[in-house]
Nanobody, 124 residues
Framework: QVQLMESGGGSVQAGGSLRLSCKQS???????IAWFRQAPGKEREGVAT????????SYADSARGRFKISLDRATNTVYLQMNSLEPGDTAMYYC??????????????????WGQGTQVTVSS
């Protein structure tokens, strides 16, 4: 069974940085990896995605230029480096994994496997 485990969330002041980690286990096919987030009362939104076999990242407009998704294939771990954090980035952040049929997109329905989430809180 595919399992994902996030870590690295926390509380920071605006302008600060955090790095989230997501370790996967039991996956043996071509895959897309993505980070999503969901704030209270809002829909879940994609933040960043990339194929796992090679880095070709895509970012939401809100994340581009501030966040970076990266991979460590040796340890099956995906990272999300978040810089210049803003109060609007406050949310539960989820790592998700799905099959790569040739193109990775940030469509939640295409990701069957999810982690439990890690909370990020940014204060002004």
């Amino acid at each position: 069974q595919v399992q994902l485990m996030e870590s690295g969330g926390g509380s920071v002041q605006a302008g600060g940085s955090l790095r989230l980690s997501c370790k996967q286990s039991n996956w043996h096919s071509r895959r897309c990896i993505a980070w999503f987030r969901q704030a209270p009362g809002k829909e879940r939104e994609g933040v960043a995605t990339t194929p796992f076999e090679y880095e070709r990242p895509s970012y939401a407009d809100s994340a581009r230029g501030r966040f970076k998704i990266s991979l460590d294939r040796a340890t099956n771990t995906v990272y999300l480096q978040m810089n210049s954090l803003e109060p609007g980035d406050t949310a539960m952040y989820y790592c998700a994994s799905g099959f790569n049929h040739g193109h990775c997109t940030m469509t939640a329905a295409l990701f069957p496997y999810w982690g439990q989430g890690t909370q990020v809180t940014v204060s002004s």
